[in-house]
Nanobody, 113 residues
Framework: QVQLVESGGGLVQAGGSLRLSCTAS????????IVWHRQAPGKPREWVATSFATGISGYAESAKGRFIVSRDNAKNTVFLQMNSLKSEDTAVYYC???????WGRGTQVTVSS
């Protein structure tokens, strides 16, 4: 069973940037699809972005133009670069592996206005 570990969260002012990382405990030659979700207090978990193993990326409307996913397969890591952060981006961010059906424990992102 793979383990996913998120990191890079923190407190940032509105308009700032953060880069989150999701590192998997198992490596594959081409990497796996990783999906980023987030959950704000009192709200359901929502999809943010997907980094497909093929290299293609997909983004929720809330993330388009501001967030960018990238990957370093040699390090079993997928990144979520978040720019122009807004207070509504405050949430716990999770990564998910559809292949392994595994979730990370999340990393808190807090954006102060």
């Amino acid at each position: 069973q793979v383990q996913l570990v998120e990191s890079g969260g923190g407190l940032v002012q509105a308009g700032g940037s953060l880069r989150l990382s999701c590192t998997a405990s198992i490596s594959t030659s081409s990497g796996d699809t990783i999906v980023w979700h987030r959950q704000a207090p009192g709200k359901p978990r929502e999809w943010v972005a997907t980094s497909f193993a093929t290299g293609i990326s997909g983004y929720a409307e809330s993330a388009k133009g501001r967030f960018i996913v990238s990957r370093d397969n040699a390090k079993n890591t997928v990144f979520l670069q978040m720019n122009s952060l807004k207070s509504e981006d405050t949430a716990v961010y999770y990564c998910f592996s559809p292949t392994w059906r595994a979730w990370g424990r999340g990393t808190q992102v807090t954006v102060s206005s």
